[in-house]
């Protein structure tokens, strides 16, 4: 059939606005549909005010700790309002690089509204009809909410509506101990705030490695934030005027009083649209996330799906990454198509140590029954962190027994994000410890810690014979 557009994207967040974007590049017929903001979560909620926010957090824990630096006399005022307005000063600016008028000058035909999907190749918006030979549906996803009882007391907040505060809270209690709850406990606890974690796991960040965890843990610990691990919420009370968090724990039921609670227990993709999926040829999974194939075809034939509405990924680059396999695969399949490669996708928590991660984490390894061995050097040695008093956290390397082939890498410690690049590349080109080792570091640098973790591997798996060998000959030659 004859179509107006080569690709209809449904979604302008990260994978939405990657997908039109190379569609345009290529010189297809595209149209990118949203129905709310262009640049989605990542930029209206998630990755670009947090990081506003927890950079606000740590200027104020550095000045409050002024004399680790040297200074005789410090002090700061917290007006969340005016911290609140530098965030969204910050989404401003960075607001442009995902702008309609962006995507239209690169040859995206962009609509603000509300898509329905028809069928196959129809999609209808703001009453008009549109057709189409593929479409790519970068639906995103929202915050879960529990269904707790008691739920309309608490005036509760979520990532997207957390910015809307204006009043720092004496008292927050925050549900959820993975990346975001971290990144907003620690936030919080350092402008101000009470910080109180609830997290039904033993501990928080249950998909890290138990001893990258702890020191996450002990650092919160010391800033004063409470964990309170092994404590499953049930249900929102008033007691005395103050609203208070019930939850169920080992020793009975423990009462936690707040003034701001902030769900962050995860994310459920925005699947809930009354399109007739099965008429689609789309199946859903039990948690709402579109099934898609190694090509990311959800349908089996011209519909794609990518990003946070898809497993098993919830990252913006990962997010970039399909998009760009939906893009191509749509436009040229069946001459070229190429398979989702997901073996090397980094993801980094951005609390203060920040933990950064490529590949395989130990418990990811046992998991999968992948022989491994562990290489780690202490960031507490390296002169680049003394000089900046941030001299703790841990480069951990995990190699294939006896080879310095890289199955994965975590670093816990400061600038980890910025670090973990240096693994990233050595994973996805190739080359090992040994290359990282003979590359040259500038000094000093926080990213030395990586070649000094590569020594450490190297030491240990010195050739002993060879060594002695070597010893009797320097012997001889004195």
Same mark, same amino acid.
């Given at each position: 059939?004859?179509?107006e557009?080569?690709?209809v994207?449904?979604?302008?967040?990260?994978?939405?606005l990657?997908?039109?974007?190379?569609?345009?590049?290529v010189?297809a017929?595209?149209?990118l549909i949203e129905?709310?903001?262009m640049?989605g979560d990542?930029?209206?909620?998630?990755?670009?005010p947090?990081?506003?926010?927890i950079?606000?957090?740590?200027?104020v824990?550095?000045?409050r700790?002024h004399a680790?630096?040297g200074?005789?006399?410090a002090?700061?005022?917290?007006?969340l309002?005016?911290v609140?307005?530098r965030?969204?000063k910050?989404?401003?600016e960075v607001?442009?690089h995902d702008?309609v008028?962006?995507?239209?000058?690169?040859g995206?035909?962009?609509?603000?509204g509300?898509a329905?999907?028809?069928d196959?190749?129809?999609?209808?918006?703001?009453?008009?009809?549109?057709?189409a030979k593929n479409?790519? +549906?970068?639906?995103?996803?929202?915050?879960?909410?529990p269904?707790?009882?008691?739920?309309?007391l608490?005036?509760y907040?979520t990532?997207?509506?957390l910015w809307?505060m204006?009043? +720092?809270p004496?008292?927050?209690?925050?549900?959820?101990?993975?990346?975001i709850?971290?990144?907003?406990?620690q936030a919080?606890?350092r +402008?101000?705030?009470?910080v109180?974690?609830?997290?039904m796991?033993?501990?928080i960040?249950p998909?890290?490695d138990e001893?990258?965890?702890?020191i996450?843990?002990?650092?919160?610990?010391?800033e004063?934030?409470r964990?309170l691990c092994?404590?499953?919420?049930?249900e929102?009370?008033?007691?005395g005027?103050?609203k208070?968090l019930?939850?169920?724990?080992?020793k009975?039921?423990e009462?936690v009083?707040?003034?701001?609670?902030?769900?962050a227990?995860?994310r459920?993709a925005?699947?809930?649209?009354?399109?007739?999926w099965?008429k689609?040829?789309?199946?859903?999974?039990?948690?709402?996330t579109?099934?898609?194939?190694?090509y990311?075809?959800?349908?089996?034939?011209?519909i794609y799906?990518?990003?946070d509405?898809?497993?098993p990924y919830?990252f913006?680059h990962?997010?970039?990454?399909?998009?760009?396999?939906?893009?191509?695969?749509?436009?040229?399949?069946p001459?070229k198509?190429?398979?989702?490669?997901y073996?090397?996708i980094?993801?980094?928590?951005f609390t203060d140590?920040e933990?950064?991660?490529?590949?395989h984490?130990?418990?990811?390894?046992k998991?999968?029954?992948?022989?491994?061995e562990v290489?780690?050097?202490?960031?507490?040695?390296?002169?680049?962190?003394?000089a900046?008093?941030?001299?703790?956290?841990?480069v951990?390397v995990?190699?294939?027994?006896?080879?310095d082939?890289?199955l994965?890498?975590?670093?816990v410690?400061?600038?980890?994000g910025e670090?973990?690049?240096?693994?990233?590349?050595?994973?996805k080109?190739?080359?090992?410890?040994n290359?990282?080792l003979?590359?040259?570091?500038s000094?000093?640098?926080?990213?030395?810690a990586n070649?000094y973790?590569?020594?450490?591997?190297?030491?240990?798996?010195?050739?002993?014979?060879? +060594?002695?060998?070597v010893?009797k000959?320097?012997?001889?030659r004195?």
């Amino acid at each position: 059939m004859a179509a107006e557009y080569n690709l209809v994207v449904i979604g302008g967040g990260s994978a939405g606005l990657v997908s039109a974007y190379i569609a345009a590049a290529v010189k297809a017929k595209v149209v990118l549909i949203e129905k709310h903001k262009m640049g989605g979560d990542c930029l209206n909620y998630g990755c670009v005010p947090s990081k506003a926010l927890i950079k606000t957090a740590k200027v104020v824990a550095q000045v409050r700790n002024h004399a680790k630096y040297g200074i005789k006399s410090a002090s700061c005022e917290i007006d969340l309002a005016q911290v609140m307005a530098r965030v969204r000063k910050v989404v401003a600016e960075v607001e442009p690089h995902d702008s309609v008028e962006r995507y239209t000058g690169l040859g995206v035909e962009c609509v603000i509204g509300e898509a329905e999907v028809v069928d196959a190749n129809t999609v209808k918006v703001n009453g008009r009809t549109m057709t189409a030979k593929n479409l790519v +549906l970068a639906l995103g996803a929202s915050p879960i909410v529990p269904p707790l009882k008691g739920l309309e007391l608490s005036g509760y907040r979520t990532s997207e509506t957390l910015w809307d505060m204006k009043v +720092l809270p004496k008292r927050l209690v925050v549900l959820g101990g993975g990346p975001i709850g971290c990144e907003i406990a620690q936030a919080f606890q350092r +402008l101000g705030s009470a910080v109180t974690q609830v997290e039904m796991g033993p501990r928080i960040l249950p998909r890290e490695d138990e001893d990258v965890a702890k020191i996450i843990a002990e650092r919160f610990a010391a800033e004063g934030v409470r964990m309170l691990c092994g404590a499953k919420a049930t249900e929102i009370v008033v007691e005395g005027g103050e609203k208070v968090l019930l939850c169920e724990t080992a020793k009975g039921i423990e009462r936690v009083p707040f003034d701001e609670l902030l769900f962050a227990v995860g994310r459920r993709a925005n699947t809930k649209q009354s399109w007739d999926w099965k008429k689609l040829g789309i199946e859903l999974d039990p948690s709402g996330t579109i099934k898609v194939d190694a090509y990311l075809r959800a349908n089996g034939a011209n519909i794609y799906a990518c990003g946070d509405a898809i497993a098993p990924y919830q990252f913006t680059h990962t997010a970039s990454h399909q998009a760009w396999y939906c893009a191509v695969n749509a436009l040229f399949s069946p001459l070229k198509k190429f398979k989702a490669d997901y073996r090397v996708i980094p993801w980094v928590t951005f609390t203060d140590p920040e933990v950064a991660n490529v590949g395989h984490t130990e418990l990811s390894a046992k998991k999968a029954g992948i022989p491994y061995e562990v290489t780690t050097y202490g960031v507490d040695d390296l002169d680049r962190a003394i000089a900046e008093s941030e001299a703790h956290g841990q480069v951990k390397v995990l190699t294939v027994p006896g080879k310095d082939t890289i199955l994965g890498a975590n670093i816990v410690g400061y600038n980890a994000g910025e670090m973990i690049g240096e693994y990233v590349s050595a994973m996805k080109h190739g080359f090992g410890l040994n290359a990282i080792l003979g590359t040259i570091h500038s000094y000093p640098t926080m990213i030395e810690a990586n070649k000094y973790a590569a020594g450490n591997w190297k030491k240990a798996h010195a050739p002993q014979g060879l +060594l002695q060998f070597v010893q009797k000959y320097h012997a001889f030659r004195r």
